[in-house]
Every structure is written in C-alpha cells, then in structure tokens.
C-alpha cells in the first residue's frame, strides 16, 4: 500500500543540502583561520597549509560521503517495497 506522497526526494535533497551548507561553512572558517594565522605568524604558512589542506579533505569526504548515500537511496530506496 502506498501513499500519494513519497518523501524520499526531499530526504535525499536535505541530506545531501545540509551535508553541503556545513561543509562550506566549515572550510569558510577554518580558510578565515589560515589566514589569520598567516598573518600573525607567517613563518609558519607552510605548516597552517599543509593542516588546512587536510581539514579541507576530511571536511569534504563527509559531504561526499553524503551524497553517495543520499543517491544511494535515490536510486535503490532500500526503504520501499
């Protein structure tokens, strides 16, 4: 028995959205943090770099993690019947 709504399009469209607001706001601070810290401590711009590169990674594998689930269950709907 189904009903005349199937919610699961905006399941998919919130989880892959707020994935991708929160990483944007995410690496947005964290580049105002880089540069801020460059510009206080300048001989350490290679050191701020190299950790942001890896925050700004690890922040966007969760977005992308994200939407592999949210088109996961867009095309298989492991919920329906």
Known sequence: MTSG???LPLAVALLIG???VGS???I???GSKLLEGTAR???LKDTLQTQF???AGVTDG???IATGIGL???TANPFGG
Do not use: R, S, T
Request: hydrophobic share 70%.
């Open 72 to 74: 996961w269950f867009a």
């Open 5 to 7: 709504f199937d919610i």
């Open 53 to 55: 590169f890896l925050i």
């Open 41 to 43: 401590q300048p001989e």
């Open 18 to 20: 707020i994935a991708a």
């Open 28 to 30: 947005g601070i964290v």
């Open 62 to 64: 969760a977005f992308i």
């Open 24 to 26: 944007c706001i995410g």
